[in-house]
């Protein structure tokens, strides 16, 4: 059994009732990227707030052994985590690649009172964004088909941070994101791509949240809405917002929705 990392934020003024929120992240990343802004914000709302940087990534084990794990792998990363919690209420926020990851938990049994799914890889897999991607924005393409072989500093920072982030993000902000972006398993890379199933059944899954950004090139909103009616729930889809959400200069207006959602379970 590998070590894993989880961050921790504790409320200073805890909501009675509230689940504890546990967040996966998304490719080539690991739980640093909720640490600046969703982490203090959902404590400042009550809620105990656990990261998780799944095998591989972030300061967890596994580096070495990156390219032979499995999406399984990822989803057995989120079941050791959520046993470490112990009893009580639990909702779970994965995004992009942890999107995957959380339904593939879910699929094998994983139990949750409520999964929000952020900019998330919809339940069929990546193949048809990836074909939106190639006609819509090839150097995006390009850049992402590298992404699993090369560290950030050797793909074109200009067409990464075009498509992962709004306009307006600062320069400091992505050099400073640049440096912690990792490799991310070939092997994942190709099952995201939906060629096996990992989605659970609509019936099987808890109550859901789906959202997105009407700016995201890489999980478009068209992806989101399908996500949103397979679950059976409506999406929120917000204005002006890119992929990488959680580091977005407009990472607030995600935030807030998921709070209120989360709000649901403990008014």
């Known amino acids: 059994m590998l070590t894993l990392e989880t961050i921790v934020r504790r409320p200073a003024c805890p909501r009675a009732n509230a689940p504890r929120v546990l967040l996966v992240h998304g490719i080539c ?40 794990w499995r999406l399984a792998d990822y989803a057995d990363d989120l079941r050791q985590t959520v046993a470490t919690l112990g009893d009580g209420p639990l909702a779970v926020v994965g995004h992009s690649l942890g999107g995957a990851v959380v339904q593939d938990w879910l699929r094998g049994g994983g139990h949750a009172a409520g999964v929000a799914l952020l900019a998330s890889v919809p339940p069929w897999g990546l193949a048809y964004s990836a074909w939106q991607m190639w006609l819509s924005s090839p150097a995006l393409f390009q850049q992402m088909a590298r992404l699993s072989f090369s560290e950030a500093a050797l793909l074109d920072p200009q067409v990464m941070r075009e498509h992962l982030f709004s306009h307006d993000l600062p320069d400091l902000e992505y050099a400073r994101f640049a440096r912690h972006v990792q490799g991310e398993s070939r092997q994942v890379g190709l099952e995201l791509q939906g060629w096996r199933r990992f989605a659970p059944m609509p019936w099987q899954a808890p109550p859901m949240f789906v959202l997105g950004g009407l700016d995201d090139r890489i999980i478009r909103p068209d992806a989101v809405r399908g996500t949103a009616t397979y ?25 807030r929705p998921l709070r209120d959602w989360l709000l649901e379970f403990a008014p």
Do not use: C, I
Request: proline fraction near 6%; aromatic fraction near 10%; hydrophobic fraction near 45%.
């Open 231 to 255: 679950y059976g729930v409506a999406p929120t889809l917000v204005p002006r917002l890119a992929h990488a959400l959680m580091l977005d200069p407009r990472w607030e207006d995600a935030a």
């Open 29 to 68: 990343v690991g739980a640093w990227v909720w640490e600046e802004h969703f982490m203090p914000y959902l404590a400042d709302a009550g809620f105990e707030v656990h990261a998780l940087s799944l095998r591989g990534h972030g300061n967890s084990q596994g580096r070495e052994g990156l390219d032979k």
